[in-house]
């Protein structure tokens, strides 16, 4: 399985299950995957260690272009927008110019969808780097991705690139400003010979207290939707995400349950 890659800059708008109509903005190479982790799940498909070099990052310019006249279009169309959602072919944080896309996509939505939001959806493997932290602390909802509350079930489903722990995450995660909505995806299965389920009582234990630490706005928890890479994980029924969402919600943190 190749995995699906966004052929544009610009996408959409489209229906999106988590964020209502989103525009997508694509940051990445059209051709493979560029991220830090190689996530099991990934809609993309698997992460090629040796293509993980800078050859075909869009220019901050061509992005602007792209992205002024999907809006100037759609709002001639009289189209509804929810969010214009930083997404794509991989981790969008990763663009060089990804702090000077955002101050200007801040000022395209303030010029054409004013009531839209800016989301971007990231791994939070970058978060140590001040500028990019400083560029996410400026949109509307920063997305970041927890997969797990141990190390071990970290390793399994994000199969980060680099030797970055969960506990380096989580203790930027806490740092993070009042726009931090958490996401993580539930699943089980077996992957490299090894058992993993993310929704045992101990990992979501482990996970919950983890949510404490965070203190995010809200958390969006998802099932498997698409294929996926690996091929031995399975989908998570809406019961147990149910169950999981109540813990949650004794939290006094806002959820989202999607699927
Ligand atoms: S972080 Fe996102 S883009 Fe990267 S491998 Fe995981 S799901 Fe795919």
Redesign the pocket.
């Known amino acids: 399985m190749s995995g699906f890659l966004f052929d544009k800059i610009v996408f959409g708008p489209l229906q999106s299950r988590r964020l209502g109509t989103s525009l997508g903005v694509n940051l990445l190479p059209r051709s493979y ?1 560029l ?1 830090t ?3 099991i ?2 809609e ?1 498909g698997w ?1 090629y260690p040796e293509k993980q070099v800078i050859t075909e990052f869009h220019s901050a310019e061509n992005v602007r272009d792209a992205l002024e006249a999907k809006l100037s279009s759609i709002q001639k169309n009289k189209e509804h927008l929810d969010v214009i959602t930083f997404a794509g072919n ?2 969008p944080t990763l663009h060089p110019e990804f702090s000077k896309i955002i101050d200007f996509t801040i000022a395209l939505r303030d010029k054409y969808y004013p009531s839209a939001k800016v989301s971007v959806l990231s ?1 939070s493997s970058t978060l140590g780097n001040p500028e990019i932290a400083k560029a996410l602390s400026k949109v509307d909802s920063a997305i970041l ?1 927890l997969d797990a509350g141990s190390e071990r079930t970290y390793k399994l489903i ?1 199969k980060p690139l680099t030797d970055l722990s969960l506990k380096e995450i989580t203790s930027i995660l806490k740092k993070f400003p009042n726009n931090l909505i958490i996401q993580t995806i539930f699943l089980k299965g077996e992957i490299d010979g090894e058992k993993i389920n993310n929704t045992t009582d101990s990992e979501v234990g482990e996970w919950l207290k983890l949510l404490e630490e965070i203190k995010p706005v809200k958390v969006m928890i998802y099932p498997i939707d698409r294929e996926t890479p690996a091929k031995n994980i399975s989908k998570i029924s809406r019961e147990k995400l149910n169950e999981i969402g109540e813990k949650v919600k004794k939290l006094n943190i806002d959820v989202l349950i999607v699927g």
């Open positions: 995957k991220c982790f190689n996530c799940y990934c993309c992460t991989g981790e791994n991705k994000n």
